[in-house]
């Protein structure tokens, strides 16, 4: 079975533009969630998508957004980028909301300049 | 809100050596703590969990330790080797009702020294 995969793998942006990013989940999982990790604040919950219905959502701005599609495919979106959105942005698929075990993609790394 | 502390930040074993992390966690409702090994522009991977019904668990030279009263968890590697080097984070599960998310731990870097 195919783990998880995200794309792009890297993208350069810089200030004020808007990013989208990919998530594809596991075949059968219908849970994603994405999470932002940086040296400084470690892996931090970004939200999560189930039957696309946005279920949970971290501290982050309204600048960060998703949305889930009808086959589990996962978007994330950041509007006017800023400097301290640079990251590696990870998603995890899950069986469903009560499976617990979540498996990572390999991530999109964003450098905002 | 929900806290998970680890420690320590960076640890340096020689191989052969045990090495332990420790993490403890806030919220009381958290009934899965799972341990994932992140390598150098790798995804995290998940090496072992526990959930909040089971004291103990192991898989060869990993083992995890769960006090649900302290809310403590720890993670036990024996027989370090050098491909044990990475990045390790503690998580805790909070799930019921909305909730639904992972609570990472800040990471242990972890090196071995052959």
């Known amino acids: 079975k195919a783990g998880v995969t995200q794309t792009p793998r890297y993208l350069i942006k810089t200030r004020g533009q808007q990013v989208t990013l990919s998530c594809s989940p596991i075949s059968g999982h219908r849970s994603v969630s994405w999470y932002q990790q940086t040296p400084g604040q470690g892996l931090q919950f970004l939200f999560e998508?189930?039957?696309?219905?946005?279920?949970n959502k971290g501290n982050f701005p309204g600048r960060f957004s998703g949305r889930q599609f009808s086959n589990s495919r996962s978007e994330m979106n950041v509007s006017t980028l800023e400097l301290g959105d640079s990251a590696l942005y990870l998603c995890?698929?899950?069986?469903?909301?009560?499976?617990?075990?979540?498996?990572f993609g390999p991530g999109t790394r964003l450098t905002v300049l | 809100g929900e806290n998970v502390e680890q420690h320590p930040s960076t640890l340096s074993v020689q191989e052969g050596d045990s090495a332990v992390i420790k993490c403890t966690y806030s919220?009381?409702?958290?009934?899965?703590f799972p341990w994932y090994k992140q390598e150098l522009g790798k995804r995290p991977q998940l090496i072992i969990d526990i959930r909040s019904n089971v004291g103990e668990k192991k898989d060869q030279r990993i083992a995890v330790t769960l006090n649900k009263t302290a809310k403590h968890f720890s993670l036990h590697i024996t027989e370090t080797q050098p491909e044990d080097s990475a990045v390790y984070f503690c998580a805790a599960r909070s799930y019921g009702g909305a909730t639904n998310k992972l609570i990472f731990g800040t990471g242990t870097l972890l090196a071995v020294q052959p």
């Open positions: 995890a698929s899950s069986r469903d909301r009560a499976a617990d075990t979540q498996y």
């Open positions: 919220d009381s409702a958290s009934n899965y």
């Open positions: 998508y189930f039957s696309e219905t946005q279920r």
